[in-house]
C-alpha cells in the first residue's frame, strides 16, 4: 500500500508552509520551488485543500495560500482523506458500505475482510491522531541529533 505522489505532495508542501512560521500567505510558485513540486500539479493539490477547509487564498498582490487551520489541528489523515479519499486497502475492509457483504458474499464479512478492517482501523487512528505539527517537531529533534 503506497500513498499518492498527489497525497505526498499535498503533505510536503503544508510542511513547508507550516516550516515558514514569519510568513503568512504562501505563493504557489515559491512552495513549488522549495519542495521541487510541479508548479500545475501544485496548483490542484492547493485548490483541493482550500476546497477541503485546510487552506483559504488570498488574491491581488502578495496573495497565495493561508492556513484555515493552525498546523496543530490538521492531522495527516485529513490531507489524505481530501487527496486521495477514505483509506480502503480492500472493499471488504468496510463491508458497511457495500451493502454489509464482501464481495465473496459472506455477510458481516469473511476473515480476510475483517482482518484489513482491522488494519484500516489502525491506519486510521494513527493518521487521524498525527499532525503537521507533530511530523514538524520529529524533524526538529532529528536536526537536534546530528548538530554537536
Not at 113 to 125: E, H, I, P, R
Request: aromatic content about 6%.
Amino acid at each position: 500500500m503506497k500513498l499518492s505522489k498527489k497525497a505526498e505532495y499535498a503533505m510536503r508542501a503544508l510542511l513547508s508552509m507550516a516550516r515558514d512560521t514569519d510568513t503568512s500567505t504562501f505563493g504557489i510558485q515559491d512552495i513549488a520551488t522549495r519542495e521541487r513540486i510541479p508548479l500545475k500539479f501544485l496548483e490542484q493539490i492547493l485548490l483541493a485543500l482550500k476546497n477541503g477547509g485546510l487552506l483559504r487564498s488570498k488574491r491581488g498582490v502578495g496573495g497565495g495560500y493561508q492556513f484555515q487551520k493552525t498546523p496543530s489541528r490538521i492531522t495527516l489523515g485529513e490531507v489524505v482523506t481530501i487527496i486521495d479519499g477514505p483509506f480502503e486497502p480492500i472493499t471488504c475492509a468496510s463491508p458497511e458500505k457495500h451493502g454489509g457483504s464482501c464481495d465473496c458474499g459472506i455477510t458481516g464479512g469473511c476473515g480476510l475482510g475483517q482482518t484489513f478492517s482491522l488494519l484500516k482501523q489502525q491506519v486510521d487512528g494513527w493518521m487521524n491522531a498525527t499532525t503537521l505539527a507533530q511530523v514538524l517537531e520529529r524533524e526538529k529533534r532529528a536536526a537536534m541529533s546530528f548538530d554537536i
